[in-house]
């Protein structure tokens, strides 16, 4: 049997003066812009807060053990809940979104040029609007009088003449909102490149819907998902702005502790420490996009 | 087994009352030039569109609105679609899972398939890891492991070499001796379904023109089109004249039926005889000025004015352009074609 067509291994390349010259620098932007600011939130981290709120540059893992819930008064479960918040909160939000984004980007994938044109359009531009703009946004579309809390009130949801905010549907239809464009347009990225013939093959051989979706489509648009997962999940994490405005600020979610240490409560260190934490997380969740279908090139490599 | 089918798409009507007959076991197939709606039949023989009217019967069962996961139908697409996420093994075992087959016996059954196809040994490759040639063999592989009733194929040969289509289609034709299962295949190209043997339909803008043998198209063409579509025919412009038909030629006769008073004549460049010299006089002998001849080897070929006729004969014959040739066209082999000419 002929093995010409196995693929040849790319060969690799000698580093030269004139290569480290071309990277130069993207080298020293991610210095300046990345390297640095890391640092320095690892070294403010390890810092500690001094009477009046400033920063006491002296090595202490007071933050540290901040992080895994030991306060002053003992351990307290209250960081762990605050956290378990935010990833339920971040969880939800990103699963809404996935199940929102995959009939979009499928109805948008099979529309005539022109037209995905005017799709990729109505997706993107709430995406420029700022959060609490659009936020704001929706108290006025939730408020009182209007059909959206008229209806629920008609319906029994909620008393008659109350508004649809603050409460759990308001947070997500922010939330959703706000990071539909992440989880779609990588989505849609990797939906548009599926090939329709190898799913219409799948229904031929015997699969129903469900197993077209699982065992081909899902497959195939892994890379377009999991970037849509990390870009929606990870901001979620830390979204404060949405469930304020939206949720009445009743819960505290990580973001707004980290937006309190480094305003109300002028504790700069353990911002960092909670920030670094975070951002820990973060890169775990980047672990995820190992998962690649092997026979499609991935469009975003990292 | 089809009947009556429409199928439009917006506007544009893309089959028109098709009806088709295709036996069980034969190897059929469907030409026609791109865009005359060969794969849209296919698509609905598959499941993969609804007509708009019109049904489908498969052994005798109406299957017209059976989802194509629940027809016992299997495709070789154009493009082979093979899942790329899927080594060969995976993907030939595909439709016996999703049928929730028992695994040993789709073990069984997807190791015959890899050896009757020579797949064995790439049985762990990916498609992307493999040539076109063994790619279409995995799309073969894929279907057929799943004992269809019908088996359709959607221009099986178009992504290949040139050179590797000839095996493939004897390839092709040895495996449908050895199973019983019904082909139906679609192609553009007339030496291919000539090939292949059985019955072919040649299709023409959404309508059946005509069925039968390849000897029975290729001889008898019905019309214009097909006379042209399969090898270029002489086509002629006639008038009827009692029996003798009045061409740029001269009278000719044929011994077909003819019902109109102005029309066309066929003649396969090939059944066109060039004597040497002057004959005695008999029908259908006329006189042609050779404008090009050329040397194929096994055959010459000569156009001729006035015309311009086109004639396939042996290279014995060594007419050089400008010579005057005398030809006999056998009133047997001269087609009359269907359709007044205006």
């Not at chain 2, 019967?57 to 070789?76: E, I, M």
């Not at chain 2, 040497?276 to 404008?291: C, M, T």
């Amino acid at each position: 049997m002929d093995s010409s067509a196995l693929p040849t291994p790319i060969k690799k390349r000698s580093t030269s003066l004139s290569g480290y010259l071309a990277v130069g620098p993207g080298l020293l932007w991610l210095t300046i812009l990345l390297a640095i600011p890391c640092l320095s939130l690892v070294a403010m981290a390890l810092a500690s807060r001094g009477q009046y709120g400033e920063v006491v540059w002296s090595f202490s893992l007071e933050n540290l053990r901040r992080l895994i819930g030991f306060g002053l008064f003992g351990w307290s479960p209250d960081l762990f809940y605050i956290l378990l918040r935010s990833l339920l909160l971040a969880t939800i939000t990103t699963l809404l979104c996935v199940l929102i984004a995959y009939p979009l980007t499928f109805h948008m994938a099979s529309r005539r040029p022109s037209i995905r044109v005017f799709w990729l359009i109505l997706v993107i531009v709430p995406f420029w609007t700022n959060v609490v703009v659009r936020s704001y946004g929706w108290l006025l579309i939730l408020g009182p009088q209007l059909p959206p809390a008229r209806l629920a009130a008609f319906l029994g949801f909620i008393p008659p003449g109350s508004a649809l905010y603050p409460g759990t549907l308001a947070v997500y239809l922010g939330m959703v909102t706000t990071f539909l464009p992440f989880m779609a347009l990588p989505l849609y990225a990797s939906v548009e490149r599926l090939d329709r013939e190898i799913l219409e093959a799948a229904r031929d051989l015997y699969a129903n819907p469900f197993l077209v979706f699982w065992r081909v489509t899902l497959p195939q648009t892994t890379p377009g998902l999991s970037v849509g997962i990390i870009m929606t999940f990870v901001p979620a994490m830390a979204m404060f702005v949405v469930t304020d405005i939206l949720g009445g600020a009743k819960y505290m979610f990580i973001g707004n502790l980290i937006q309190q240490q480094f305003s109300q409560a002028r504790d700069w260190p353990f911002g960092a420490a909670l920030s670094l934490g975070l951002m820990i997380l973060t890169l775990l969740s980047l672990g995820f996009r190992r998962l690649k279908a092997p026979g499609q090139k991935d469009p975003f490599p990292l | 087994m089809v009947a009556q089918i429409n199928k439009s798409f917006g506007n544009h009507h893309v089959l028109r009352d098709v009806s088709l007959a295709v036996s069980k076991g034969e190897f059929f197939t469907l030409l026609g030039p791109s865009g005359c709606g060969k794969t849209t039949l296919l698509r609905l023989i598959a499941g993969l569109e609804l007509p708009d009217s019109g049904s489908i019967f498969l052994g005798g069962q109406d299957v017209t609105t059976v989802p194509a996961n629940k027809r016992q139908v299997n495709t070789v697409f154009q493009s082979y679609a093979l899942f790329p996420h899927l080594n060969v093994l995976e993907n030939i075992a595909f439709g016996l899972k999703a049928r929730k087959v028992d695994p040993v016996t789709i073990k069984h059954k997807v190791d015959r398939m890899l050896e009757t196809l020579r797949l064995s040994d790439l049985s762990k490759r990916f498609p992307s890891q493999i040539s076109g040639g063994q790619k279409q063999r995995v799309a073969l592989a894929r279907a057929l492991v799943n004992e269809p009733n019908v088996l359709l194929l959607d221009e099986p040969m178009s992504a290949l070499d040139p050179h590797l289509r000839t095996q493939v289609q004897a390839e092709l034709l040895e495996l449908h001796r050895q199973i019983d299962t019904t082909f139906i295949m679609v192609t553009h190209d007339q030496g291919e379904a000539m090939f292949m043997g059985g019955h072919l339909a040649v299709m023409r803008d959404g309508q059946m023109v005509q069925m039968g043998t390849p000897r029975e198209v290729y001889s008898r063409p019905k019309n214009k089109f097909v006379a042209e579509f399969l090898w270029g025919a002489n086509i002629l412009l006639a008038t009827r004249d009692g029996d003798r038909m009045m061409t740029t030629l001269g009278p000719l006769k044929t011994d077909d039926q003819v019902s109109w008073s102005q029309g066309h004549l066929a003649i396969r460049p090939e059944l066109i005889v060039l004597e040497d010299e002057l004959a005695r006089p008999k029908d259908n002998l006329v006189r042609a000025k050779v404008i090009q001849a050329i040397y194929r080897g096994a055959s010459v070929e000569l156009l001729l004015d006035p015309g311009p006729v086109k004639v396939v004969t042996s290279p014995r014959f060594n007419p050089q352009p400008g010579e005057t040739v005398s030809l006999f066209i056998p009133s047997a082999d001269l087609v009359a074609l269907e359709g007044q000419a205006a």
